[in-house]
């Protein structure tokens, strides 16, 4: 199986920051990640595929890089509704692996 | 609008059954992938099973030989039979749409369903 493997696990940020979200794979996947938004008590629903795109309807601050094994989510500019826990997902090859999540929370 | 709609859930007892649903509308059903994936309490996110367009069905180990993913393309519906359950398969069920050739990402994602194994 593929492990996926998020740093930090927890990020305390204030509106407005810049915050960086990594995630790496236990081996290559290509581009075949992708992340997702969850907020308390709601679905996770998808911010980035395929590595770098842009799902239709997500806010132009939410971006993603990478390929291989080490992978970027980047908010460029924290908004309030932005603090939830955050998951990359490979889909490169069965078990779909997801990371451990990333806690993202007001300063 | 695309939309899953869950049912089914609930408190079963170690060792019961129980089915899940997911209704779909708002796009051509039967072309794409669908997928379960479960969380339990405040734990991440874990992928259980998947179905193609095909009915092609792959499970997680975890589950292997207890759930079955089917679908009903007529009814545009999803389900996921779970057999012979356990405490550590309490979690919220989700069902989700993946693609249309893979599975890849999955959106948009049914509202949940609380499954709680317990005696």
């Known amino acids: 199986d593929i492990q996926m493997t998020q740093s930090p696990s927890s990020l305390s940020a204030s509106v407005g920051d810049r915050v960086t979200i990594t995630c790496r794979a236990s081996?290559?996947?290509?581009?075949?990640l992708n992340w997702y938004q969850q907020s308390p008590g709601k679905a996770p629903k998808v911010l980035i595929y395929?590595?770098?795109s842009l799902e239709s309807g997500v806010p132009s601050r939410f971006s993603g890089s990478g390929s291989g094994t080490d992978f970027t989510l980047t908010i460029s500019s924290l908004q309030p509704e932005d603090f939830a826990t955050y998951y990359c997902?490979?889909?490169?090859?069965?078990?779909?692996?997801f990371g451990q999540g990333t806690r993202l929370e007001i300063k | 609008q695309v939309q899953l709609v869950q049912s089914g859930g609930g408190l079963v007892k170690p060792g019961g059954s129980l089915r899940l649903s997911c209704a779909a509308s708002?796009?051509?059903?039967?072309?794409?992938?669908m997928t379960w994936i479960r969380q339990a309490p405040g734990k991440g996110l874990e992928w259980v099973s998947y179905?193609?367009?095909?009915?092609?069905?792959t499970y997680a180990d975890s589950v292997k030989g207890r759930f079955t993913i089917s679908r009903d393309n007529a009814k545009t519906s999803l389900y996921l039979q779970m057999n012979n359950l356990r405490v550590e398969d309490t979690a919220i069920y989700y069902c989700?749409?993946?693609?249309?050739?893979?599975?890849?990402?999955?959106?948009?994602w049914g509202q949940g369903a609380l499954v709680t194994v317990s005696s």
């Open positions: 989700a749409r993946g693609r249309t050739v893979v599975p890849n990402w999955f959106a948009p």
């Open positions: 708002g796009f051509t059903f039967s072309d794409y992938y």
């Open positions: 179905i193609s367009s095909s009915d092609t069905t």
């Open positions: 081996q290559s996947i290509s581009s075949y």
């Open positions: 395929s590595a770098s």
């Open positions: 997902q490979q889909s490169y090859n069965t078990p779909i692996t």
